[in-house]
């Protein structure tokens, strides 16, 4: 069965840096398109990065642009977010996703996600 666990949450002070991993099973990996979602309390989910199957592809939400970088290695079937000067309001449960390219997960069109790993930016 499909399954993608995220890990590397946890707290950070505002301007520092976290990296987060999803490990992903049970299909083949470099096939599709994976990505990053956030969500905070009260807020809808939104999407934060993606990255095309082959890594050649890679799309950012404004938000995060030049401080957010997203990865993959496909030999271990791993997708990282590298997230740097972090910001108070970027807490949230960050999710991994698999869809079918980079314009489809960009609108949330995934079919599969993860359970979430808990970011924490402290002021």
């Known amino acids: 069965q499909v399954q993608l666990v995220e890990s590397g949450g946890g707290l950070v002070q505002a301007g520092g840096s976290l990296r987060l991993s999803c490990a992903a099973s049970g299909f083949i990996f470099n096939y599709y398109t994976m990505g990053w979602f956030r969500q905070a309390p009260g807020k809808e989910r939104e999407f934060v990065a993606t990255?095309?199957?082959?890594?050649?592809?890679?799309d950012y939400t404004t938000a995060v642009q030049g401080r957010f970088t997203i990865s993959r290695d496909n030999a271990k079937n791993m997708v990282y977010l590298q997230m740097n000067t972090l910001e108070p309001e970027e807490t949230a449960v960050y999710y991994c996703?698999?869809?079918?390219?980079?314009?489809?997960?960009?609108?949330?069109?995934?079919?599969?996600w993860g359970q979430g790993t808990q970011v924490t930016v402290s002021s």
């Open positions: 996703a698999r869809s079918r390219s980079p314009s489809t997960m960009r609108t949330g069109d995934n079919d599969y």
């Open positions: 990255i095309s199957g082959g890594g050649a592809i890679t």
